[in-house]
C-alpha cells in the first residue's frame, strides 16, 4: 500500500525566515497531495493541496511544490509568524476499493520563536 | 453550518468497557471517515463510509465497528476497550468524488486504563 514519510519531524524558525517541509510517497499512482496545520487541541485544517498535473502551488505565503518523477512534495511558508506554529501533515490520495484514500505522514511540529 | 461534529470530546474507559463515538456533519457530505491520531503515526484510516448504509475497513479495523444509518452520523463502537485503543479518535467528511478536502472534526480524546 501507500507509504508517506515526512521530514523534519520537528522544526524550529525565527519569526520571518522560512520553513520547508519534505514528504515522499512510494505510489506512483497517488494524485492528490493535501497539506493540514493541526493547531493544538484542534482538528486538522486543510491549508493547500495540488493536483499530480501541477507541479507548483502558491496561496500568499504558502506553496506546495510536486516532483512526480521523484516521488516528492514539499510545502514553504515564508515570512513565518508566531501564529504559524503547529503540527502540519502532508498526505497523499490513491483510489481505494470504495472511493479515495488519504494517507497521511507523520506530521512536523513547528515552532516559530519571536 | 456546524461543519462535522463530535462527541464526546474525552472519555475514560476501563479495558473491557464498551462506548460509542459519535460523528455528526451537516454539510450533506456523501463521505465519512474515521481516523486514530497517536504520536509520530500521523493519522490513520480505521473505517470509513462513500454513503448512507454502506461501510468499509480502513487501515487499523481490528476492534472497532461502525454504522452509517443516516447520511449526516457516522459512528464508532468499541465493544471491548483495550489500552491500545488509547488514542486520538477525528472523524472527516468529504463532499463526493472530484472533491477531494476532507473536513476534520475537533476530536475526541480517549484514554483506556
Known amino acids: 500500500g501507500e507509504n508517506v514519510e515526512q521530514h523534519p519531524s520537528t522544526l524550529s524558525v525565527q519569526e520571518g525566515d522560512s520553513a520547508v517541509i519534505k514528504c515522499t510517497y512510494s505510489?506512483?499512482?497517488?494524485?492528490?497531495f493535501p497539506w493540514y496545520k493541526q493547531e493544538l487541541g484542534k482538528g486538522p485544517q486543510l491549508i493547500i493541496d495540488?493536483?499530480?498535473?501541477?507541479g507548483e502551488k502558491k496561496d500568499q505565503r504558502i506553496a506546495v511544490t510536486l516532483n512526480k518523477t521523484a516521488k516528492h512534495f514539499s510545502l514553504h511558508i515564508t515570512e513565518t509568524q508566531p501564529e504559524d506554529s503547529a503540527v502540519y501533515f502532508c498526505?497523499?490520495?490513491?483510489?481505494?476499493?470504495?472511493?479515495?484514500?488519504?494517507?497521511f505522514g507523520g506530521g512536523t511540529r513547528v515552532l516559530v520563536k519571536p | 453550518n456546524a461543519g462535522v461534529t463530535q462527541t464526546p470530546k474525552f472519555r475514560v474507559l476501563k479495558t473491557g468497557q464498551s462506548m460509542t463515538l459519535l460523528c455528526a456533519q451537516d454539510?450533506?457530505?456523501?463521505?465519512m471517515y474515521w481516523y486514530r491520531q497517536d504520536p509520530g503515526m500521523g493519522l490513520r484510516l480505521i473505517h470509513y463510509?462513500?454513503?448512507?448504509?454502506?461501510?468499509a475497513k480502513g487501515e487499523v479495523p481490528d476492534g472497532y465497528n461502525v454504522s452509517r444509518l443516516k447520511k449526516q452520523n457516522f459512528l464508532l463502537g468499541l465493544e471491548s476497550a483495550a489500552p491500545s485503543q488509547t488514542s486520538v479518535y477525528f472523524c472527516?467528511?468529504?463532499?463526493?468524488?472530484?472533491?477531494?478536502?476532507?473536513?476534520f472534526g475537533p476530536g475526541t480524546r480517549l484514554l483506556v486504563l
Open positions: 472527516a467528511s468529504r463532499y463526493r468524488d472530484g472533491q477531494e478536502t476532507q473536513y
Open positions: 505510489d506512483s499512482a497517488s494524485n492528490y
Open positions: 495540488i493536483r499530480s498535473n501541477v
Open positions: 498526505a497523499a490520495s490513491i483510489k481505494w476499493a470504495a472511493g479515495n484514500k488519504l494517507t
Open positions: 454539510m450533506n457530505h456523501e463521505y
Open positions: 463510509s462513500v454513503g448512507e448504509g454502506t461501510t
